[in-house]
């Protein structure tokens, strides 16, 4: 068992590092795109971190890494799009966790309340940045939702470095 403690301010040990990463990959995880427009072109990114935040009013919050150039372009704009991807998007997915400025390039989009919409998603929210607070080595973005459309069907997940997707169990009868 791994209970080390690093204090605040003091790089984390190794092993507390190793340990952390496999025990946050046993958690499965919806994956979207996070995606805004600036200079007149869509950007975004994959995203694992996210979830809602306030029903009323609806907000929900993103993780970003701090050197993040989508991050970046988020604080310029004040506004972000949070497309949740389908079960059958995993390519997407790996798309636009690549670095570089051609994510878009063949990738099919619409503008929708200020900001870039991917088809086929499970759900698409529009948000203003209400707030951005440092967390580690990312910045969480709280966003006001001001547009939302639940398309429905299965989520993408991942889950120990894999894409897969939900599944209800069997209700247990007695």
């Known amino acids: ?35 805004t427009v600036a200079g007149g072109r869509p950007h975004g ?61 063949d990738v099919a989009w619409d503008l929708e309340a200020g900001v870039p919409r991917l088809p086929g998603t499970c759900g698409f929210l529009a948000c203003d940045v209400a707030e951005a607070v440092a967390g580690g080595d990312h910045v969480v973005l709280l966003g006001h939702v001001r547009f939302t459309e639940p398309t429905g069907g299965q989520p993408l997940t991942y889950h120990s470095r894999e894409f897969g997707t939900h599944a209800a169990l069997e209700e247990a009868t007695a």
């Open 45 to 105: 990114t994959t995203v694992s971190a996210f979830a809602s935040l306030s029903m009323d009013p609806p907000m929900v919050l993103v993780s970003l890494d701090r050197h993040s150039d989508l991050l970046t372009l988020i604080r310029e704009t004040g506004a972000f799009g949070l497309n949740v991807l389908s079960s059958g998007q995993s390519a997407l997915a790996v798309n636009f966790a690549r670095k570089g400025e051609t994510k878009f390039a």
């Open 1 to 35: 068992m791994n209970n080390e403690v690093a204090p605040l301010g003091v790089p984390a040990p190794q092993n507390l590092l190793t340990s952390f990463r496999h025990v946050m990959a046993a958690v499965c995880t919806p994956v979207s795109v996070v995606t």
